[in-house]
């Protein structure tokens, strides 16, 4: 079994900041790749940003300059700070992580339950 949770979602003004955070738990041995994805209200899921296990960082287009992707390898989480905040990044958030499970040693894909951001003034 492995779980991911996300917190730090809310409303906040644009131009304001939020830090997302994402913390993975259950039968986990190693974890690859960990990103954040959102999906906006009537637009399909998107990935934001993602991280490789050493620090290999991606971003979409539309985030970059804005959002940071860091990661706790020791306590199997992911963050997500961003700043700038515009009325178009308002959508709910997913942590995602490609997991190699114990003691199956299998390999696979998560994902959290999302939270919601929403960038109103």
């Known amino acids: 079994q492995v779980q991911l949770e996300e917190s730090g979602g809310g409303l906040v003004q644009p131009g304001g900041s939020l830090r997302l955070s994402c913390a993975a738990s259950g039968s986990i041995l190693n974890i690859y790749t960990m990103g954040w994805y959102r999906q906006a209200p009537g637009k399909e899921r998107e990935l934001v940003a993602s991280i490789t296990k050493g620090g290999v960082t991606n971003y979409a287009d539309s985030v970059k300059g804005r959002f940071t992707i860091s990661r706790d390898n020791a306590n199997n989480k992911v963050y997500l700070q961003m700043t700038s905040l515009k009325p178009e990044d308002t959508a709910v958030y997913y942590c995602?992580?490609?997991?190699?499970?114990?003691?199956?040693?299998?390999?696979?894909?998560?994902w959290g339950q999302g939270t919601r951001v929403t960038v109103s003034s």
């Open positions: 995602n992580a490609d997991v190699l499970r114990t003691p199956t040693l299998m390999r696979g894909d998560y």
